[in-house]
């Protein structure tokens, strides 16, 4: 394909109307044609801010035979049936993370794409965000040898009421599914090999999370062929004045070096190797470089749809980073670990 990619954005809160739909202005290849919400004010505002068509039943959009993909930005819940009737429609779809709330769900989300030969995109924003990218590719280039031990902290005050989908188990899956998914996907990219098991605590610290029975705060422990560990805590429980932002850190170590960053405390990565010691300063950027991973992602999409690129993260990728997150929630619920033979495709 060498024309423009005409695309439908299907829900306009938070993360349709201030990262995607912003993105589209960047992508030159990329046009954005519709936008859909059932809540009609947000639908008409991101209308106007891009030039877009407003809709209030996302089927308009899918029917529309002049529309190439859709971007769906949903709650949760709605990923798996809305990407599914998409693909079936002959749309490409980039769908938000986590690819859905079951791996049943997820399978028929592979299933579809595959059938309609069309391209099924997850946005996992990590790997297309330069904080991780540059990991990564410190990684591949063996700055710090064989990785044997990753440690990571994604934590936030979560900002919605406790009526808010988010909170729901089934319908946001708690921190697991939701920030959770986010370092599993890091974690099976970072270690590139498949995991033996998962253990996790979870907890219910605020009165949102406990009314709606799902866990705002945890620990996870995934377990790598080896004897390589990853461990991380995710929490949408840090008391408010942590504002929206995610307070995050990350160290990795390997054979030969260790390598370590925390977003918040204004610190830029730094990398200690065996032969320099600390290797500083490496350029660093922060949590302002989300919106550019947005950007990086969408084009990636498209890029993807115009077949001149392949995808840096499969369905099946996606599958992986929720299935651990699952994995993680059951250890949690059922108090012992989990095999990873237990959630494998
Ligand atoms: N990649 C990231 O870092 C990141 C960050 C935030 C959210 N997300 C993910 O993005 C998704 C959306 O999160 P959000 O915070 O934007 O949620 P949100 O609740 O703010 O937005 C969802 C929108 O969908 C609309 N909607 C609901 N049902 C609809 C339907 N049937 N048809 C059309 N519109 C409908 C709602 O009215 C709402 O405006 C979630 O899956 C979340 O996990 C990802």
Same mark, same amino acid.
């Given at each position: 394909m060498t024309s423009i990619v005409r695309v439908g954005l299907i829900g306009c809160g938070n993360i349709g109307a201030?990262?995607?739909?912003?993105? $589209?202005? *960047?992508?030159?290849?990329?046009?954005?044609v519709a936008v859909c919400d059932v809540n009609t004010t947000r639908a008409h505002a991101v209308a106007r801010a891009t030039g877009a068509t407003p809709y209030f039943d996302y089927h308009e959009v899918l029917a529309r035979d002049d529309i190439d993909a859709v971007d769906i930005c949903l709650p949760t819940y709605l990923h798996a049936a809305v990407s599914v009737e998409a693909l079936r429609q002959g749309k490409h779809v980039l769908c938000?993370?986590?690819?859905?709330?079951?791996l049943e769900e997820a399978d028929a989300m592979i299933t579809a794409a595959r059938e309609a030969n069309r391209v099924l995109m997850i946005g996992h924003v990590r790997r297309f965000d330069p904080r991780y990218t540059t990991v990564k590719h410190a990684l591949v280039q063996g700055e710090i040898g064989h990785l044997v031990h990753v440690r990571r902290a994604e934590r936030q005050h979560?900002?919605?009421?406790?009526?808010?989908? $988010?909170? *729901?188990p089934h319908a946001g899956g708690g921190i697991f599914l939701d920030i959770g998914v986010h370092v599993t996907d890091l974690f099976h990219w970072y270690f590139a090999t498949e995991p033996e098991t998962i253990f996790a605590l979870g907890r219910q610290i605020r009165p949102e999370a406990q009314a709606a029975r799902s866990f705002d705060h945890a620990v996870l422990l995934i377990t790598f062929p080896d004897g390589r560990i990853a461990q991380a805590e995710i929490s949408w429980a840090y008391p408010p004045h942590f504002g929206r932002s995610q307070y995050a850190l990350l160290e990795l170590i390997g054979t030969q070096g260790r390598l370590v960053y925390s977003d918040?405390?204004?610190?830029?990565m730094l990398v200690y190797d065996s032969n320099d010691g600390l290797d500083l300063p490496t350029y660093f950027r922060f949590m302002s470089a989300l919106e550019e991973a947005f950007v990086a992602e969408i084009a990636h999409f498209i890029a993807v749809v115009r077949g001149e690129a392949e995808l840096l993260i499969t369905p099946e990728d996606a599958r992986t980073a929720l299935a651990l997150a699952i994995a993680a929630e059951t250890s949690a619920r059922e108090q012992r670990p989990v095999s990873w033979q237990e959630v494998a495709p």
């Open positions: 201030r990262a995607h739909a912003p993105a $589209y202005a *960047h992508i030159p290849s990329a046009q954005l938000e993370k986590p690819m859905a709330v079951t979560l900002p919605f009421p406790g009526d808010a989908w $988010y909170w *729901h918040r405390d204004a610190a830029p």
